[in-house]
């Protein structure tokens, strides 16, 4: 099973420029995440979707755009790149389970590393 | 504000040994803690998880404890391997129906031979 698919895996962008980040998964989860790594830290994250057609700022949204195309598919937009946004991005995505929003774990994809000089 | 935090950066252990991981929490209302390991050049990898009505959950090899009274929680590695060689993360998510998790900073295991 692939599960959480990214690509590309490495990137180098000049300021400025613009660059789409893709993730899919196989599992057919109902939530996706986007989230990024700095050296020595843990992930912080970017935007998420609790399910296919919604979208929702996290804890770094800024200089980030997403779009949810499908329920498979989570895609992350840095429209015109900072040097401050190196760093690793991961996708994951996760199910719901029963009526309530209980809890189930995220699985992640093996990154994006972004450069931007 | 609410933090997820790890007290050692880096735990040294020898092959065969029991490893213990700590992770202290701040946020009252989290109800799901994970813990993942993450190898270099990968992403997280899910290793156990355990829900705020229970203080204790096993898997293979590893237990996580949790004790909500003084907002901690620990995963123990038991007959420690070489390839457990890896950097661990504990996350969170608070109780307020935004399922995303909130991650610690990481513990580094490095497991000598």
């Known amino acids: 099973n692939a599960g959480v698919t990214q690509t590309p895996k490495f990137q180098v962008l000049k300021t400025g420029q613009s660059m789409t980040l893709q993730c899919a998964q196989d599992?057919?989860?109902?939530?996706m995440y986007w989230y990024r790594q700095d050296p020595g830290m843990g992930l912080r994250l970017i935007y998420y979707?609790?399910?296919?057609?919604?979208?929702d700022k996290g804890e770094v949204p800024n200089g980030y755009n997403v779009s949810r195309l499908n329920k498979r598919e989570f895609s992350l937009r840095l429209e015109s790149a900072a040097p401050s946004q190196t760093s690793v991005y991961f996708c994951?995505?996760?199910?719901?389970?029963?009526?309530?929003?209980?809890?189930?774990?995220?699985?992640f994809g093996d990154g994006t590393r972004l450069s931007i000089l | 504000g609410e933090s997820v935090g790890l007290h050692l950066p880096t735990l040294s252990v020898q092959e065969g040994d029991n490893s213990i991981i700590n992770c202290a929490y701040s946020?009252?209302?989290?109800?799901?803690f994970i813990w993942y390991k993450q190898e270099s050049g990968k992403g997280p990898q899910f290793i156990i998880d355990?829900?705020?009505?229970?203080d204790k959950r096993q898997g293979q090899r590893v237990t996580v404890l949790l004790n909500k009274t003084v907002k901690h929680l620990s995963l123990q590695i038991a007959a420690t391997q070489p390839g457990d060689s890896a950097v661990y993360f504990c996350?969170?998510?608070?109780?307020?129906?935004?399922?995303?998790?909130?991650f610690g900073s990481g513990t580094r295991l490095q497991v000598q031979p």
């Open positions: 994951a995505s996760s199910e719901i389970v029963g009526t309530y929003y209980s809890n189930q774990p995220q699985h």
């Open positions: 599992m057919n989860h109902n939530s």
């Open positions: 979707s609790a399910s296919e057609g919604t979208t």
């Open positions: 946020n009252s209302a989290s109800d799901y």
């Open positions: 355990i829900r705020s009505n229970m």
């Open positions: 996350a969170e998510t608070p109780d307020t129906g935004r399922r995303a998790l909130t």
